[in-house]
């Protein structure tokens, strides 16, 4: 079975740090993208930032110049550093993984999110 599980989230002040990571896991191999979505309460699911295997990135505008994505391939893990945080950035943040999938071909392999607070 293909795991995905974020980690790193918690209670930050504005303008604080905070780095998210992405580790994928089990039957999934050949992972292409890696990428990094957020959902506000309320509100509906944003991309915020996705890496491939071959380092190709992109960033959702509002956290261009704020946020930096990498991934470490050999660990199947992906990284969101995340400065300058303000209010608006508060949401649960996904993780998901693009790859083969043993027995199931490609798949999207979500994560269980992990949830970033950022107080004003």
């Known amino acids: 079975q293909a795991h995905v599980v974020e980690s790193g989230g918690g209670l930050v002040q504005t303008g604080g740090s905070l780095r998210l990571s992405c580790e994928a896991s089990g039957s999934i191999y050949s992972i292409n993208a890696m990428v990094w979505y957020r959902q506000a309460p309320g509100k509906q699911r944003e991309l915020v930032a996705s890496?491939?295997?071959?380092?190709?990135?992109i960033y959702a505008d509002s956290v261009k110049g704020r946020f930096t994505v990498s991934r470490d391939n050999a660990k199947n893990t992906a990284y969101l550093q995340m400065n300058n945080l303000n209010p608006e950035d508060t949401a649960r943040y996904y993780c998901?993984?693009?790859?083969?999938?043993?027995?199931?071909?490609?798949?999207?392999?979500w994560g269980p999110g992990t949830l970033v607070t950022v107080s004003s």
């Open positions: 890496i491939t295997s071959g380092g190709n990135i």
């Open positions: 998901r993984a693009d790859g083969e999938v043993v027995g199931q071909g490609y798949r999207e392999v």
